[in-house]
C-alpha cells in the first residue's frame, strides 16, 4: 500500500516545479513511510510514496517498462489477490519477471492488455500509467473503490493525488467550495457523492472507471458495472457458492512479507475472517495469529442498548479468542483522547468525516502499526449481504430516500434560514440518479426490484463512507487494512441473490450464517447484527459540547456563518432530541457536535474559502 501523486502539463516544464511537486509528496509520507521517489520529465511528473509489504527489492517506484515498443511509467497504490494467476498467463505470452510483486504485473498486464487487463484484475487498486509513446495518461480504479484516487483537470493539464491533501498543496488548485460543496458537508456529509471531491474542480475517479488524459483532453470509461442477472442455483448449492467465494477472498489477502494481523469485534464477519485466518496460521506453521479489538474507558458502566446496537462486544469477543486460539490485544480508549483526535481524524481524512467513529479508528489504528502493517477487516459485508437494519424494516424499505439519513429535519434544525433552501431537492436527486441506474431484471418481484436498488445506494453511498474511513485513519499510521468482503465476486454473486435466499430464515446475512454454522461457536452465528462500537460515556458529550461552544466563542467562525447556536445550545441541554441519528446507525448528539467541531478544523486547515 501507498501514496500516489502526479501532474501532466503540456505546456509548462516541471522540471522546474520541484519545490511544488516535493510538497506534493510529502503530504503522503504517512501513507508511504517507507521509501519514496519521483519520474520527472519536461512535461511529465510521478510521485510515489511506498509501504513496503510485498517484495521489497523489486516493487519499488515509479516503474518503468520499455519493451515491445512501449515505454510506460507507472504508479500504484494497492494489492493484487491473483497476482499469480495474471502472472501465469503473462509468462505465456513471454513477458519476464525479475521479483514477485503486484506492481511488476500489473505494469506487464497494462503493457499486453491495456486497460482491458483491468477485468483481469482482482484487488483494490488505484494506479497511473504515462505513456511516453502516446503521450497518454491513464488514471484507473478498483472495482469497489476500496483505494482513493482524486483529480484536478485544468486546460492543458492535469493533477491526480491519493488524498485531497496532496492536490491542496499545488496552487494550481483553490481552496474553494461552491453551493453544491456545502450540500456535501451539510446535506449528505459525512456521505460524499460518488466522483465528488467537494473542492471547486476536483474529482474522484469512480470505483470501476478509468480516464485517459491526452492534448486531446479527458475521456473516461466505465469499465464494470452490476448486472441484473438470473440466478439459477438452488439454496443448497448457493450456500456452498457462498461459503466457497468468502473462503477464497479471505485465503488471498492473507499473502503478505511483513506481519498481518485480524481486527476482531465478535460479530460475524470479523469472526469469520480471524477464524480461516486462525486456521491458515495452524496450517502453515505461522504460530499464534493476533487479534484486536477496540472499546472505551468505562463502556461497560454506561452502555445503553438500542434498536441499532443491541448488546455490547466483550462476551462475544472472548468467546472468538477461545475458539481460534489468538494471541488478543484490547485497545481500550480514553474519552479525552478520542474528542482531541477529532482534529487527528479530520487531516487523515481531508474533509469532515464520522466524528469519533473516525476518530477512534485512527487511533486504534496508531496502536496496531506499532507491532503490524496488514490488518484483516469485516467491514462491507453488511453492505453486500444486508446487514443493517434498513434492509428488514418493512416500514421504511420502500421510502425515497437514503435509509440511513431519512430525514433532513434535523439538519435544517441546526441551519440558519436560506441556508441551502435546496437541500431536499439535493439530496434527492442524488438519491433518484442511484436508483436509476439500478439494473434490474424483467418480471421481478416488488421486492427483489427493490432490494436491487437498496444493494446500489449500499454499495455506492454507505459503503463508500466506510471505505473513506478505513483508508485514512489506517494509511495515516501507515497501516494497510484488506476488505475480504469487498471482493468483487462476492458482490456481484450477492447482487444477484434472491432475498428468500440472502436473507434466510429471516435473518440479516442468513446466507453468510448458513454457510459458515459448522466454522464458529453457535453464538456468533446467530449474534444479532451489532455495529462498530462507540463511547457511551457521558463525559464524552461535555468534551464534545464544550468544544463547540468554544467554536460559537470565536469573533469568526466558519460554521458560524451556517449553524444557529441556539438550535445547538437545545440539543446539548436535550441530547435525546436526536431520536433518529444524525447518520447511519452510531451518529447521535455527541456524535453530530463531533461532526461540526470536524467541520469547523477543516475549514481552518486548508482555509476554504465559500465562492
Keep these: 500500500m501507498c501514496g500516489i501523486a502526479g501532474w501532466i502539463d503540456f505546456k509548462r516544464n516541471l522540471m522546474q516545479e520541484e519545490n511544488i511537486l516535493q510538497k506534493m509528496a510529502s503530504n503522503l509520507i504517512r501513507r508511504g513511510p517507507d521509501e ?44 493484487l489477490y491473483n497476482t499469480e494467476e495474471v502472472r501465469g498467463q503473462l509468462i505465456e505470452k513471454g513477458y519476464l519477471f525479475s521479483g514477485h510483486s503486484d506492481t511488476e504485473v500489473l505494469l506487464k498486464a497494462f503493457a499486453c492488455w491495456g486497460e482491458e487487463c483491468l477485468e483481469k484484475l482482482n484487488g483494490i487498486y488505484a494506479f497511473a500509467i504515462w505513456d511516453n509513446v502516446n503521450k497518454t495518461l491513464t488514471l484507473a480504479r478498483d472495482r469497489m473503490g476500496v483505494k482513493p484516487l482524486f483529480y484536478y483537470p485544468y486546460h492543458g493539464g492535469i493533477l491526480f493525488a491519493s488524498e485531497l491533501k496532496a492536490l491542496l498543496v499545488n496552487p494550481l488548485v483553490k481552496h474553494e467550495i461552491e453551493e453544491d460543496g456545502l450540500h456535501e458537508i451539510f446535506s449528505i456529509g459525512p456521505g460524499r457523492t460518488p466522483g465528488c471531491g467537494v473542492i471547486k474542480g476536483v474529482k474522484e475517479v469512480k470505483p470501476g472507471c478509468f480516464l485517459r488524459f491526452s492534448q486531446q483532453g479527458i475521456e473516461d470509461r466505465q469499465y464494470w458495472k452490476l448486472e441484473a442477472k438470473e440466478h439459477k442455483e438452488n439454496l443448497a448449492e448457493t450456500i456452498e457458492h457462498t461459503r466457497f467465494l468468502i473462503k477464497d477472498a479471505i485465503t488471498k489477502q492473507l499473502v503478505s512479507d511483513v506481519p498481518l494481523c485480524c481486527f476482531l469485534s465478535g460479530g460475524l464477519d470479523s469472526s469469520i475472517i480471524s477464524k480461516l485466518a486462525g486456521l491458515s496460521y495452524r496450517e502453515k506453521n505461522l504460530g499464534k495469529l493476533t487479534t484486536y479489538s477496540i472499546d472505551y474507558e468505562d463502556n461497560d458502566k454506561y452502555f445503553v442498548k438500542t434498536k441499532f446496537q443491541p448488546n455490547s462486544d466483550s462476551e462475544f469477543i472472548d468467546a472468538m479468542v477461545k475458539d481460534i486460539g489468538s494471541e488478543h490485544r484490547k485497545v481500550i480508549l480514553n474519552n479525552e483522547k478520542l474528542a482531541e483526535a477529532l482534529d487527528i481524524a479530520t487531516g487523515a481524512r481531508d474533509l469532515p468525516g464520522m466524528a469519533d467513529i473516525d476518530s477512534s479508528l485512527v487511533l486504534f489504528c496508531e496502536e496496531i502499526k506499532k507491532d503490524f502493517t496488514v490488518a484483516l477487516s469485516g467491514e462491507c459485508a453488511d453492505e453486500v449481504f444486508a446487514g443493517y437494519p434498513w434492509y428488514h424494516d418493512q416500514e421504511i424499505l420502500f421510502d425515497e430516500t437514503f435509509p440511513w439519513s431519512r430525514s433532513l429535519a434535523l439538519r435544517k434544525f441546526i441551519l440558519k434560514e436560506n441556508v441551502l433552501p435546496e437541500m431536499e431537492e439535493y439530496v434527492h436527486y442524488c438519491y433518484e440518479d442511484t436508483v436509476k441506474e439500478t439494473d434490474h431484471l424483467e418480471g421481478e418481484s416488488r421486492l427483489n426490484a427493490r432490494m436491487r436498488e ?152 486548508y482555509q476554504i474559502q465559500v465562492v
Design 36 to 79: 519514496g521517489d519521483c519520474y520527472c520529465s519536461e512535461n511529465v511528473a510521478l510521485i510515489h510514496r511506498r509501504l513496503i509489504v510485498i517484495d521489497p527489492e523489486n516493487g519499488k517506484q515509479p516503474m518503468r517498462f520499455r519493451d515491445y515498443g512501449k515505454d510506460l511509467v507507472f504508479v500504484y497504490n494497492g494489492e
Design 454 to 605: 437498496m444493494f446500489m445506494l449500499n454499495i455506492n453511498w454507505f459503503m463508500q463512507t466506510l471505505l473513506d474511513r478505513k483508508d485514512r485513519m489506517s494509511m495515516y499510521n501507515g497501516l494497510e487494512v484488506r476488505v475480504p468482503f469487498c471482493d468483487h465476486r462476492l458482490v456481484e454473486y450477492s447482487f444477484n441473490m434472491p432475498w428468500e435466499y440472502k436473507a434466510l430464515e429471516g435473518r440479516e446475512k442468513g446466507i453468510i450464517r448458513e454457510a459458515v454454522k459448522d466454522l464458529l461457536p453457535e453464538e456468533i452465528v446467530w449474534r444479532k447484527k451489532s455495529p462498530y462500537p462507540k463511547t457511551h460515556h457521558p463525559v464524552y458529550m461535555k468534551l464534545v459540547s464544550e468544544k463547540v461552544r468554544e467554536i460559537f466563542r470565536k469573533k469568526e467562525s466558519f460554521i458560524g456563518n451556517f449553524v444557529k447556536e441556539d438550535a445547538i445550545e437545545e440539543i446539548i441541554a436535550n441530547p435525546e432530541k436526536i431520536a433518529v441519528p444524525w447518520y447511519g446507525q452510531l451518529m447521535r448528539a455527541p456524535q453530530m457536535l463531533a461532526y461540526l467541531i470536524q467541520v469547523e478544523k477543516w475549514a481552518e486547515i
